[in-house]
Every structure is written in C-alpha cells, then in structure tokens.
C-alpha cells in the first residue's frame, strides 16, 4: 500500500538560529529546558524539551547515553542549529517563512491554557507578534517571535 513498514515516532523539528544565547532565552520563557548541546567546529546544536523533570541533568550523561535518550525519555525536541558567526554579522538572515505575505508559516506551536494570558506575558518579555489571538480569520491562537 501507500505506507512504509516501520514504526515512526516524530522526534525533533529544527530550526537555524543567529544567537543562540537569544533564542534559547526565548525558548526557556516558554517552559523549554535546554537538555543537550553538542558543540563542532563550525556550527553547535541545541537540544531543548517542554514538561521534563527539573532533576534531570543530560549533563551527568556520556554523549552516546545522552543522544540515545533524547529519543526514549522525552516527547518532541526542538533542535537549535546555530553556524558560528553568524550572531555577529548584522546583515545576516535565515529565510522563515514569515516575511511579507507569508506570515505565521514557518512556526512551532504550543498548547497554553489561557492564550490571552500567555501573550500578555510573552508581550511582557518584549517579544512581538505576526498575529494576535483575535487578528485574521483563524481566532483564538498567535504566532509570536
């Protein structure tokens, strides 16, 4: 048929940053924790997970135990890419699907009790949005950044 024969289970989605220190800041707002990080020569990773225990430490892991349990032990990741230099290159810029006539396609999305008051705060951090809860034709969820 039409499916491939194997079990499949979503695992990370990634994203190309600027600054890392930056977006992992906005992301730890939002309840993520940073869980993993591998560093390279020309580019580093950032592994970072909603709802984990604040006891868990990757950190006291091997690499191979931290990698194999970035499947088993959390749900979704979201994989920060970050190429050195690129925070410092002020012309620098990652195409994300929200630029003119394009806005809120490129997103990750996270379910909130009470979306008024989780912008309210995201507002509060100095964080902007492409949409409002109550803006377009789709109510009730926005697209911060």
């Known amino acids: 048929g039409n499916t491939i024969d194997n079990e499949f289970n979503f695992s990370q989605t990634m994203l190309r940053v600027k600054d890392p220190k930056k977006s992992i800041k906005y992301y730890e707002a939002l309840g993520m924790k ?6 390279f020569d020309d580019f ?27 499947g088993s032990r959390f749900g979704p990741v979201l994989e920060l890419t970050h190429n050195h230099g690129t925070e410092n290159d002020e012309d620098f810029k990652h195409y994300n699907g ?20 989780a912008c309210d705060s995201i507002r509060e951090m100095g964080y902007g949005f492409r949409k409002e809860p109550d803006g377009g034709s789709m109510k009730g969820l926005a697209f911060a950044y």
Do not use: T
Not at 44 to 59: E, P, Q, T, W
Not at 98 to 117: M, S
């Open 44 to 70: 580093s990773l950032y592994y970072l997970a909603s709802n984990i225990d604040d006891d868990f430490d990757v950190n006291e892991l091997s690499d191979d135990e931290a990698r194999s349990i970035l």
């Open 98 to 117: 929200n630029e003119d006539g394009r806005q809120g396609f490129g997103h990750i999305g996270f379910l909130v009790d009470d979306v008024y008051k």
């Open 34 to 39: 940073l869980v993993y990080s591998m560093v």
